[in-house]
T-cell receptor, first 114, second 113 residues
Framework: GNSVTQMEGPVTLSEEAFLTINCTYTATGYPSLFWYVQYPGEGLQLLLKATKADDKGSNKGFEATYRKETTSFHLEKGSVQVSDSAVYFCALSDRYTGFQKLVFGTGTRLLVSP | NAGVTQTPKFQVLKTGQSMTLQCAQDMNHEYMSWYRQDPGMGLRLIHYSVGAGITDQGEVPNGYNVSRSTTEDFPLRLLSAAPSQTSVYFC????????????FGPGTRLTVT
């Protein structure tokens, strides 16, 4: 079945540091890939997406590139802010199992200090 | 628009009690889902609905019931609560089958003692 593996956290960074959160996936078809973010006390929000190989999703300074050859979708940001502190989830959905069935990774907590 | 709303925010139950978690959306979305979030396990799909009157099971449906009598509401029922159901529950909706973005509610934190 489909699965998503994320690096364990927490990831602790100082403000303006470079961020990478690793995500790899296993899927039988050609999945769409997502990063969701969960701020403290809130539900998940879609951060960015990529629907086919080599697509780059970007939003709010975050980027991730769909790499089919390495089955990866790593999240990056050049300069993090304290307000980026949150839990980040990598996820996929597959047209063949239905877009309804998002498969999530376990989440990576990011802590950014001033 | 209020988006996706969930009530209650917090709930404590004793083993064997029943309760209903409420979820409503005012965006006229056809698709709605329930997830549970447990430490170290990410979110797992419990049940979902592709429209009023139509529901189906997700990854972890045991111990939960759902119904969808209206487009707006998608309640989740715990028939006989167990400590293993202690979790944070999220409701989500999206407008169409091919819509990638799901809109999540703020969650309900449930503790079963």
């Amino acid at each position: 079945g489909n699965s998503v593996t994320q690096m364990e956290g927490p990831v602790t960074l100082s403000e303006e540091a470079f961020l990478t959160i690793n995500c790899t996936y296993t899927a039988t078809g050609y999945p769409s890939l997502f990063w969701y973010v969960q701020y403290p006390g809130e539900g998940l929000q879609l951060l960015l997406k990529a629907t086919k190989a080599d697509d780059k999703g970007s939003n709010k300074g975050f980027e991730a590139t769909y790499r089919k050859e390495t089955t990866s979708f790593h999240l990056e940001k050049g300069s993090v802010q304290v307000s980026d502190s949150a839990v980040y989830f990598c996820a996929l959905s597959d047209r063949y199992t239905g877009f309804q069935k998002l498969v999530f990774g376990t989440g990576t907590r990011l802590l950014v200090s001033p | 628009n209020a988006g996706v709303t969930q009530t209650p925010k917090f709930q404590v139950l004793k083993t064997g009690q029943s309760m209903t978690l409420q979820c409503a959306q005012d965006m006229n979305h056809e698709y709605m889902s329930w997830y549970r979030q447990d430490p170290g396990m990410g979110l797992r799909l419990i049940h979902y609905s592709v429209g009023a009157g139509i529901t189906d099971q997700g990854e972890v449906p045991n111990g939960y019931n759902v119904s969808r009598s209206t487009t707006e509401d998608f309640p989740l029922r715990l028939l006989s609560a167990a400590p293993s159901q202690t979790s944070v529950y999220f409701c989500a909706s999206r407008p169409r089958e091919d819509s990638y973005e799901q809109y999540f509610g703020p969650g309900t934190r449930l503790t079963v003692t």
